[in-house]
């Protein structure tokens, strides 16, 4: 039996809500509720484009360069988006998961990031998906080799809210802060308010609809509930819609209005990707969490129908 192009598929169902999840990456294939695509979807035997729904470790979102300093030593790995010339989205991406244990409504898949050039760190990783009201990720990382690592994870779902494109929707996004960019190479600059940055366009503190405005920025000081959990709402023209919602673990998110150059794939879906760390984390350092041997560090995030 021949295996799918994007790994095994893993189908889970409770009440109303469909999910599967291809071991390629740990990557959310798919998620509905009653019929409805909450994520952009991608076939089972197709490539996954765009890191669609795709783990994202031992870090999320960019190296400047693929170069960085720990410990003393000098590392580089290699660049996995030249054209900015980059290193994107971690080492996880294509590692083909293995299923540990599974039911009608969960999957947990374990995989391991061998010490590698650039990385010379081992990772036992575990991601948990759970289907109950929406669908629950957590992901745990181990340090099993005998030295300290830097490490950071999150997610890379597409919303969608429902008819139409990123355009139509209504976007509630509690941060305060942007980091600025460079235009070219999406390198980090410096935090700014969002009520001010480019005239306010990434201020979605109020509800407002997302109309043309490009987003590919991270953002952090988030507006959280007493339980410390943020929030990220989109929403369709007919008040249906999806969220996502995170722990404390993650302090940052990046928002992506998935532009892309042929029209009919353009802005089908909002990236919406809880982050443990910012871009360019390895070097400098903020919010990176330092894995001690035999150390562990978990964090989670849901997404449900509105």
């Known amino acids: 039996m021949s295996i799918p192009l994007s790994g095994t598929s893993i189908d889970l169902v ?7 999840i291809a071991t390629v990456g ?54 996995t988006e ?4 980059n290193a994107l ?6 590692l083909d998961y293995r299923v540990v244990d599974r039911g009608d409504d969960f999957v947990e898949l374990a995989a391991t990031i061998q010490a590698q050039q650039g990385y010379p760190h081992r990772i036992d990783i575990t991601a948990l998906f759970r289907l109950d009201d929406g669908l629950t990720t957590v992901i745990t990382a181990r340090n099993s080799g005998p030295d300290a690592a830097p490490f950071g994870t999150g997610p890379h779902p597409y919303l969608v809210a429902g ?6 929707w209504t976007l509630t996004l509690p941060a305060s802060r942007v980091l ?48 410390g959990v943020a ?19 993650c302090p940052w998110v ?8 042929d029209p009919a794939l353009s802005r089908l879906g909002l990236a919406v990707e809880p982050m443990t760390c910012p871009p360019d984390a390895f070097n400098s350092g903020t919010d990176l969490i330092v894995l001690e041997p035999g150390e562990t560090s978990s964090a989670s995030w849901s997404i449900r129908a509105i």
Do not use: C, K
């Not at 409770?14 to 599967?20: D, H, I, M, P, Q």
């Not at 509720?33 to 960019?62: C, H, K, M, S």
């Not at 989205?89 to 294509?94: I, K, R, V």
């Open 180 to 227: 600025t960019v460079t235009p070219d190479r999406l390198a980090p600059i410096a935090l700014a308010d969002v009520s001010t940055e480019q005239g306010g366009d990434f201020d979605f503190r109020a509800p407002r609809v997302v109309s043309d405005v490009f987003i590919d920025h991270a953002f952090t000081a988030l507006n959280r509930d007493a339980d």
């Open 82 to 85: 030249p054209q900015r010339g």
């Open 26 to 79: 740990a990557s959310l294939r798919s998620l509905t509720f009653a019929g409805r695509d909450l994520v952009v979807p991608f076939d089972v035997d197709e490539i996954r484009p765009a890191y669609r729904g795709a783990t994202l470790v031992p870090w999320p979102n960019r190296i400047v360069d693929g170069r960085y300093t720990f410990a003393g030593v000098e590392q580089q790995v290699p660049l």
């Open 163 to 168: 008819d139409g494109h990123v355009d139509d």
């Open 231 to 249: 929030s990220v709402e989109l929403r369709a023209v007919d008040g249906h819609g999806v969220a996502m919602r995170w722990d404390a673990a």
């Open 14 to 20: 409770n009440g109303e809500y469909r999910a599967s």
């Open 89 to 94: 989205h971690g080492l996880g991406a294509w």
């Open 254 to 261: 990046q928002i992506h209005t998935a532009d892309q150059p």
